[in-house]
C-alpha cells in the first residue's frame, strides 16, 4: 500500500474515530495512525502527530 494511502486512511479513521465514542474505533485509528507515521514524509508524520494528539484529547475525554 502506498504512502499516501496509508496516510489517508489514517485521517479517514481518526475523524471517524472522534465522531464515534467507541472504543474499536479508537483503536483502528491508533493502529492507522502507527502504521502510516511509519511510511510516511517528514510533513505528513507533522500532520500525523497533531491527528494523534487530537484523538489522544478524545480519548482521554471520554
Not at 52 to 60: F, G, P, T, Y
Request: net charge positive; charged share 25%.
Amino acid at each position: 500500500m502506498g504512502k499516501d494511502k496509508l496516510f489517508q486512511e489514517a485521517r479517514h479513521f481518526v475523524e471517524q474515530a472522534l465522531n464515534n465514542t467507541s472504543p474499536k474505533t479508537v483503536e483502528i485509528a491508533k493502529n492507522a495512525l502507527s502504521s502510516a507515521y511509519a511510511n510516511s514524509t517528514f510533513a505528513q508524520q507533522s500532520q500525523l502527530r497533531e491527528l494523534q494528539e487530537q484523538l489522544d484529547r478524545r480519548s482521554n475525554s471520554l
